[in-house]
């Protein structure tokens, strides 16, 4: 079983940058996905990005209309998968988890395992 940890959340102001860092115990072979999404309060659980690494190489994909804004990245040396907002706005702010798959789609579907979210917060 995968075990993640997601860190960096916190409170910042609209237009602030954020990176947040899911951190997980091990990948599974041939091909491993990290996943990010969100859920803020009220609202459904949203996805955002995914990596997948594999024979392939690596590939990204992500969310509606999060490209631009939102950057996933990560090496197959380091189990450190990293999401990089920028431009942040108040609908931003929710728990941000990552998952983890053998395929995007999984990750999509969220059927694996999850870490336990960071909070991020943005507001003046």
């Known amino acids: 079983q995968v075990r993640l940890t997601e860190s960096g959340g916190k409170r910042v102001q609209p237009g602030d940058s954020l990176r947040l860092s899911c951190d997980f115990s091990?990948?599974?072979?041939?091909?491993?996905?990290i996943g990010w999404h969100r859920q803020a309060p009220g609202q459904e659980r949203e996805f955002l990005a995914a990596?997948?690494?594999?024979?392939?190489?690596?590939?990204?994909q992500y969310g509606e209309s999060k490209r631009g804004r939102f950057t996933i990245s990560g090496d197959d040396d380091v189990n450190t998968v990293h999401l990089e907002m920028n431009n942040l706005k108040p609908e931003d702010t929710a728990v941000y988890y990552c998952?983890?798959?053998?395929?995007?789609?999984?990750?999509?579907?969220?059927?694996?395992?999850w870490g336990q979210g960071t909070q991020v917060v943005v507001s003046s």
């Open positions: 091990v990948r599974t072979k041939p091909r491993f996905t």
């Open positions: 998952t983890s798959g053998a395929t995007i789609a999984e990750v999509m579907r969220g059927s694996g395992p």
């Open positions: 990596i997948a690494f594999g024979p392939f190489g690596i590939v990204s």
